[in-house]
């Protein structure tokens, strides 16, 4: 398995952005596809976007398209949430996964992720 540990969370005002990071432990990250899912309070967590192993493929929640982007640096162990034109309904604790074995161009769920980091919360104000 492979230790994720999420920063970059904090408190932005809507219309801003923010970028979450993931640094992974080990020496096998580009063998994962990664995830990003987000929980706000009272809800279940949701599927944010996936970014297949070497960072050719991506896909997106429907409802998140052309304000999120994920990428990756294989090389420094590190995946990424840019997050632009923030929403108060933005607000959650954001939490990347890894998985060995899916392919991105679907949405996934959380059962397909077998690595997940603590979480950090983003908090958008109005």
């Known amino acids: 398995q492979v230790q994720l540990v999420e920063s970059g969370g904090g408190l932005v005002q809507a219309g801003g952005s923010l970028r979450l990071s993931c640094a992974a432990s080990g020496r096998t990250f580009s063998s994962y596809a990664m995830g990003w899912f987000r929980q706000a309070p009272g809800k279940e967590r949701e599927f944010v976007g996936a970014?297949?192993?070497?960072?050719?493929?991506?896909y997106y929640a429907d409802s998140l398209k052309g304000r999120f982007t994920i990428s990756r640096d294989n090389a420094k162990n590190t995946v990424y949430l840019q997050m632009n034109s923030l929403k108060p309904e933005d607000t959650a604790a954001y939490y990347c996964?890894?998985?060995?074995?899916?392919?991105?161009?679907?949405?996934?769920?959380?059962?397909?992720?077998?690595?997940w980091g603590q979480g950090t919360q983003v908090t958008v104000s109005s």
């Open positions: 996964a890894a998985a060995r074995s899916i392919v991105v161009g679907t949405p996934h769920s959380i059962a397909d992720f077998g690595s």
């Open positions: 970014i297949s192993r070497g960072g050719g493929s991506t």
